[in-house]
């Protein structure tokens, strides 16, 4: 498939104060073109443009450096963007994905420390997520473009943990993002949808 770079599902400024107008025009239209446009040029020079991009990013993992960074950077933000509404975050979790939480990562409250533990504990660029592998639902994190599709896991929720994602508006204190990202942005509806689609 051709990537080509979505709309932001809100206005720039729908997520303030949490995630700043400015901080999404670099993020969306600097950054995730950017992996779009590079993406398009290395499918193409792969011979995998055919492909969905899901088959990209998991058959070039190891294997082509350049398209994997490129196409896993695009699927992440492709879904990062639906994973953030404005007034989201918090409790309000629909009640299936809410009793999987509570029956594989013992609550709301364990699911929200260890999911901002794995984004702080990141080290330097990468991604935090919440996956489902084997029927069960996992925090995981990861390195630069790389997300749980590369270790037979689908990702329901993941946050950015790049400076880009959060230094405009936090400097350094990547803790406090992620706890502006859980408690008032995630779009629980989409993660939902995921969970849904991932357990059919
Ligand atoms: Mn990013």
């Given at each position: 498939m051709t990537f080509t770079l979505p709309e932001l599902p809100?206005?720039?400024?729908?997520?303030?104060?949490?995630?700043?107008a400015e901080t999404l025009e670099y993020h969306h239209d600097k950054h995730h073109q950017a992996y779009v446009t590079n993406g398009n040029k290395l499918a193409e020079e792969a011979g995998?443009?055919?492909?969905?991009l899901e088959e990209i990013v998991q058959g070039s993992f190891g294997k082509n450096a350049g398209l994997f960074n490129n196409a896993g950077q695009h699927y992440n933000h492709l879904h990062f963007w639906n994973w953030m509404k404005p007034s989201g975050g918090g409790t309000k979790l629909p009640g299936a994905l809410a009793a999987k939480i509570d029956a594989d990562l013992g609550g709301y409250d364990a699911f929200r420390e260890a999911f901002i533990q794995a984004g702080v504990t990141q080290f330097g660029s990468g991604w935090c997520w919440l996956a489902l592998k084997d029927g069960k639902l996992e925090v995981m994190k990861s390195a630069n473009?790389?997300?749980?599709l590369v270790e037979g896991a689908t990702p329901i929720l993941g946050c950015d943990v790049?400076?880009?994602?959060y230094y405009i508006d936090y400097r350094n204190a990547r803790p406090k993002y992620l706890e502006a990202f859980v408690?008032?942005?995630?779009n629980w509806e989409y993660v939902e949808e995921l969970f849904e689609k991932a357990t059919k």
């Open positions: 809100y206005a720039y400024d729908a997520l303030n104060p949490y995630m700043s995998v443009s055919g492909q969905s473009g790389e997300s749980p790049w400076e880009h994602s408690d008032n942005l995630v």
